[in-house]
């Protein structure tokens, strides 16, 4: 899924530096793509820039994406698809319940006439 947002902030990235090749995010080696480490080591120097203590890795943007689409009321079958996980088990570690979706629960007596 792209959003419409990210694929016009994608498009000024790109006229702005014009990428050479075709990766758009290229690393310092000719002809290679960023890696892994090297997004690791600029998530967590622009984590101490801004204060975040929290250990912080690229499987945390994805834990972060899975877990705000739950809140958002995303079904879990949805979010599976969207991870691209085989298994229903692997989504369901996603689970975990935030406070605000707790709060969000209407209790049934409030149904009733």
């Keep these: 899924m792209l959003s419409p947002r990210l694929l016009t902030a994608l498009r000024v990235y790109w006229k702005a530096s014009r990428p050479a090749?075709?990766?758009?995010?290229?690393?310092?080696?000719?002809?290679?793509?960023?890696?892994?480490?090297?997004?690791?080591?600029?998530?967590v120097k622009a984590?101490?820039?801004?204060?975040?203590?929290?250990?912080?890795?690229?499987?945390?943007?994805?834990?972060?994406?899975?877990?705000?689409?739950?809140?958002?009321?995303?079904?879990?079958?949805?979010?599976?698809?969207?991870?691209?996980h085989a298994s229903l088990k692997s989504t369901m570690a996603y689970l975990h319940v935030s406070t605000a979706r707790v709060q969000a629960v209407a209790s049934p007596l409030d149904a009733l006439p």
């Design 21 to 43: 090749g075709p990766h758009l995010f290229p690393s310092r080696v000719p002809g290679k793509v960023i890696t892994r480490e090297s997004l690791h080591k600029a998530m």
């Design 47 to 84: 984590a101490k820039r801004v204060g975040i203590t929290k250990r912080i890795s690229p499987h945390t943007l994805r834990h972060s994406f899975a877990t705000h689409l739950l809140d958002a009321g995303t079904d879990l079958r949805t979010l599976q698809v969207l991870r691209g």
